[in-house]
């Protein structure tokens, strides 16, 4: 029985510090598809992958290492490197940490010799992911599949996928078009090649499993979520701004927990017709700034630092919650001498709406 030959395939591996998973992926690749090819555009890495794939590809001819400028960094960059130093009529971008199973890329490369112009992988069990990186991975296909939609350009059930492949011709022609209009420092570059794709280019689907990393660290930040918002045009461009400076940026979170707790406490004081003078006015808005400095501060260096496990950044949470209402608390006694107990408890729930706020904007990864 003749094995069926891979020659016209090539596969993309974009890496960056993947020295524990790169060799048994190449070795997975040239046993799975003969006379594959396979091109690893490697973003830099420090941890032996370069020298790993000059090893292999000493013995296998056909695996290529893209060494690609320090200054030109990013996951969408290496695949767009990829992409163009292709020399066969289909490619497969994959990860190499085996999220992405080796064994699926047959699959892909059978829609595009039936006709696809695009094959997307489509995660259907992402149990792998934490639940942040679930959400946030929900969130950002919804919102980059409205604007596929409404700008009539051809989609996908998982625009944030990272395993797909596609005809060699027809994306380098759009990278050689629009490739100054992608998001070079991104991430997603799925996204960004179907914004460009001809509207009635065929986009197919094929379901695999999503596997946990063998090895290594996963790569997501905020850095991945400002770079989808980007990929969205100019309004995108604009909520990317806001969103660095209300979740990301530490003046940003402190200013804006500050005056969504004060306008919560005010509001309710008022709707509840309590009776305050400037006296109470000026220490709840004294207690608040100081206790509100005090909480980015500590979530900045607790909840962004050590351990991720559940457990310890609960503990953490807990810890700035309670020393954050001891800290308003001895600040609103100490600026203001009457006893105005009966008013806290309004300015409690605010200092609360505030510190949940900061709280959830500190825990999104920075990068």
Same mark, same amino acid.
């Given at each position: 029985m003749l094995l069926r030959s891979y020659e016209d395939l090539t596969v993309i591996l974009p890496t960056y510090n993947e020295g524990g998973n790169i060799r048994s992926m190449l070795? /997975? $690749?040239? /046993?799975? =598809?003969?006379?594959?090819?396979?091109?690893?555009?490697?973003?830099?890495?420090?941890? !032996?992958?370069?020298?790993?794939? %000059?090893?292999f590809s000493a013995v296998h001819p056909k695996t290529v290492l893209l060494a690609r400028a320090? &200054?030109?960094?990013g996951l969408t960059a290496s695949i767009m490197d990829g992409?163009?130093?292709?020399?066969?009529?289909?490619?497969?971008?994959?990860?190499?940490?085996?999220?992405?199973?080796?064994?699926?890329? +047959?699959? *892909?490369?059978?829609? *595009?010799?039936? +006709?696809?112009d695009v094959a997307v992988g489509k995660r259907v069990n992402k149990n792998s992911l934490s639940l942040s990186r679930t959400l946030a991975s929900w969130g950002a296909n919804a919102l980059?599949?409205?604007?596929?939609?409404?700008?009539?350009?051809?989609?996908?059930?998982?625009?944030?996928?990272?395993?797909?492949?596609?005809?060699?011709? *027809?994306?380098?022609?759009?990278?050689?078009?629009?490739?100054? %209009?992608f998001e070079r420092g991104g991430f997603k570059v799925l996204f960004d090649l179907l914004?460009?794709?001809?509207?009635?280019?065929?986009?197919?689907?094929?379901?695999?499993?999503?596997?946990?990393?063998?090895?290594?660290?996963?790569?997501?930040?905020?850095?991945?979520?400002?770079?989808?918002?980007?990929?969205?045009?100019?309004? +995108?461009k604009l909520a990317a701004l806001a969103v660095n400076f209300l979740f990301i940026n530490m003046l940003g979170?402190?200013?804006?927990?500050?005056?969504?707790?004060? !306008?919560?406490t005010f509001a309710l004081m008022g709707t509840l017709n309590m009776? =305050?003078?400037? &006296? $109470?006015?000026?220490?709840?808005?004294?207690?608040?700034?100081?206790?509100?400095? =005090?909480?980015?501060v500590a979530n900045k260096f607790l909840l962004a630092r050590g351990k991720r496990d559940r457990l310890i950044i609960g503990m953490k949470v807990v810890f700035t919650g309670f020393s954050g209402y001891l800290v308003a608390l001895y600040f609103f006694y100490t600026?203001?001498?009457t006893n105005y107990a009966v008013q806290l408890w309004p300015m409690f729930l605010g200092f609360g709406i505030g510190y949940v706020w900061n709280t959830l904007s500190s825990a999104i990864p920075e990068g």
């Open positions: 070795e /997975a $690749l040239i /046993a799975l =598809y003969p006379g594959v090819s396979i091109i690893v555009a490697d973003d830099n890495s420090t941890d !032996g992958t370069p020298e790993t794939v %000059r090893s320090p &200054q030109d960094r992409i163009m130093a292709c020399r066969t009529e289909r490619f497969v971008v994959m990860d190499a940490d085996f999220q992405h199973p080796p064994e699926s890329v +047959g699959g *892909l490369y059978d829609l *595009l010799e039936r +006709g696809a980059a599949k409205t604007y596929l939609f409404i700008m009539r350009r051809p989609s996908t059930e998982d625009v944030m996928s990272g395993f797909f492949g596609g005809r060699t011709e *027809l994306c380098q022609d759009v990278l050689v078009k629009h490739g100054h %209009r914004k460009f794709l001809p509207r009635d280019a065929v986009v197919e689907e094929l379901e695999f499993e999503f596997h946990q990393r063998r090895s290594g660290h996963s790569k997501l930040s905020s850095r991945v979520v400002l770079s989808i918002l980007r990929q969205c045009g100019p309004m +995108g979170r402190y200013i804006s927990a500050l005056a969504l707790g004060l !306008g919560f009776a =305050y003078d400037d &006296q $109470l006015v000026t220490s709840t808005v004294l207690a608040f700034v100081l206790a509100m400095a =005090y909480l980015v600026l203001l001498s």
